[in-house]
């Protein structure tokens, strides 16, 4: 257990429909960053929030985006969803201080769009 | 483009046999390097890292992996494997202001027989 939680665990959704995925940070952390993570493949970096702005983002088109909030709780937004976005998101979470740089994942939502 | 490459898709040993994931990584800046475990159904886990130092890490459960810096690597080992070792192991490499983008690899799977 990393203290880093997800929500839902499993989703369905249709093409064209959006979604919402949530992440609560384990305590104390103020950097969340999200990623795709395809079947059979590693994780893709899509972006990074610190202190409630992006400022970090992989290859992903703008319908992802993202919010922090000020509990460092964070949400992950895909509008008109595509048959490609079917994948395992995961978040991670860490503290930005004094060169500390591990992740801490959560155990992912699994994205089926259909 | 920062890219990261890990050697085997599939790997699969005996009991006791030795251990070594190849990971080569492309970026010529200061990069910090991750080893990350998944066991089946589990969550990703850091197996051992680097920021700077000595080049050779020790990790959790016996794992150590070298970063050799003039040929862009950073090859996981383990002396001894156990059926437990069992799972999907993903190299990454950390990169930019803060690590604001973390890059993996496509991942390992190692089947240990019993």
């Known amino acids: 257990e990393t203290g880093v939680t997800q929500s839902p665990t499993h989703l369905i959704k249709t093409r064209g429909q959006q979604v919402t995925l949530r992440c609560s940070s384990q305590?104390?952390?103020?950097?969340v960053s999200w990623y795709q993570q395809a079947l059979g493949q590693g994780p893709q970096f899509i972006f990074q929030y610190y202190r409630e702005e992006e400022n970090g983002r992989g290859n992903f088109p703008p319908r992802f985006s993202g919010l922090q909030f000020p509990n460092y709780s964070s949400e992950l937004n895909v509008n008109a969803l595509e048959l490609d976005d079917s994948a395992l998101y995961l978040c991670?979470?860490?503290?930005?201080?004094?060169?500390?740089?591990?992740?801490?994942f959560g155990p992912g939502t699994r994205l089926t769009v259909t | 483009a920062q890219s990261v490459s890990q050697h085997n898709h599939h790997v699969i040993l005996s009991e006791a046999a030795s251990l070594e994931l190849g990971c080569n990584y492309s970026?010529?800046?200061?990069?910090?390097l991750f080893w990350y475990v998944q066991y089946p159904g589990q969550h990703l886990q850091l197996l051992l890292k680097?920021?700077?130092?000595?080049?050779l890490v020790k990790g959790i459960k016996g794992f150590e992996a070298e970063f050799i810096k003039s040929k862009f690597s950073f090859n996981l080992r383990k002396p001894s494997v156990q059926w437990s070792d069992t799972a999907e192991y993903f190299c990454?490499?950390?990169?930019?202001?803060?690590?604001?983008?973390?890059?993996f690899g496509a991942g390992t799977r190692l089947f240990v027989k019993a």
């Open positions: 990454a490499v950390g990169s930019g202001a803060g690590g604001f983008k973390t890059i």
């Open positions: 680097y920021f700077s130092g000595d080049p």
């Open positions: 305590s104390g952390h103020n950097t």
């Open positions: 970026y010529g800046g200061t990069v910090n």
């Open positions: 991670a979470s860490r503290l930005t201080s004094g060169g500390s740089y591990e992740q801490y």
